[in-house]
């Protein structure tokens, strides 16, 4: 997800790899949506969103950082974050 999207973005609308990607990335959402464990399906969605945001944006910046000891706690703040997260949402619905 991460290495693609700059270049998936510069692609005009209607390539196979825009369509590609997007179906890619539907699917992790959908699975995300499906680990969230409320009844509040736009609260679930949101919370997915975030947590794929999260995650690109972590490898983004941590593959930016690398060689350096804030690549390491980007990408174990970005874990706790959305472990923690899912860990929190199915406590509660339990």
Do not use: W
């Not at 998936?8 to 790899?17: D, L, N, S, Y």
């Not at 959908?30 to 509040?40: I, P």
């Not at 804030?70 to 899912?86: K, V, W």
């Amino acid at each position: 997800m991460a290495a693609l999207a700059t270049d998936v973005a510069r692609e005009p609308e209607g390539k196979p790899v825009k369509r590609a990607y997007l179906a890619g990335l539907r699917r992790l959402i959908g699975v995300l949506v499906a680990l969230q464990s409320t009844d509040d399906p736009t609260r679930d969605r949101s919370a997915a969103l975030a947590q794929v945001s999260t995650m690109v944006g972590a490898l983004v910046l941590a593959r930016a950082t690398k060689g350096h000891a804030l690549s390491n706690e980007i990408m174990a703040a970005a874990r706790e974050n959305i472990l923690g997260g899912i860990d929190r949402k199915q406590s509660a619905a339990q």
